[in-house]
């Protein structure tokens, strides 16, 4: 299972990628404008850092001009992968980037018909939102779950990001449903790595070895 990064601050990549731990990195217009930063000095910041794929993403409406800035993003860096909407006018992009060679990310994926739809049109990946599902009482992680099976079912090269990750339990359920990816943000990627018994038992470890050390020669 691949982990990307769903941020665009430079000092979590930074420290994600010391860890071995960043397989790529997801943006979108509300990270970047997160940032503080224009979208093509932070993202060539990150090519710079991470070799992995890339997410940028665009707010053109129709293909003409999703196809426009897709061939832009792709001049930033070599491993640039463009994030296309979920719309008719996304997938025809998708088409005719695949075409080009440029790699698609689509993106706002909500339904298992979507994502199908996404992988038929020749998309790198897809993007289901698991976490805004769940917000509106849907069920995300079985959004996934229906995904899966579907690509599976019919060898889809299309990977699977699971996005909208809002806990370790999303990349937990991701991991044992098979998803390729999860795109973690850099609060949740904390918190994986820690356990109350964890610390307990490294504090425990420690006082005994202090108690021993003097005790036996
Ligand atoms: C994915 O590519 C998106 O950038 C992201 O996961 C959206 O997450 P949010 O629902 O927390 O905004």
Known sequence: ???????????????????????????????????????????????????GPISAEGIGDTTEEMVKEAEEFSTWAKNIVVKVPMTKEGLNAVRILSKKGIKTNVTLVFSPSQALLAA???????????????????????VISEIMQIFRNYGFATEVIVASVRSTKHVVESAKLGAHIATIPPKVLEIMWHHSLTDKGIQTFKEHYEKHKNTVK
């Open 1 to 51: 299972m691949k982990f990307f990064l769903d941020t665009a601050e430079i000092e979590d990549i930074k420290k994600a990628v010391a860890l071995g731990i960043c397989d790529g990195i997801t943006t979108n217009p509300t990270l970047i404008m997160k940032s503080g930063r224009n979208q093509k000095d932070v993202i060539q910041e990150i090519a710079k850092i991470v070799s």
């Open 120 to 142: 038929k049109a020749g998309a790198t990946y897809v993007s289901p939102f698991v976490g805004r599902l769940d917000d509106i009482k849907e069920d995300g992680m079985l």
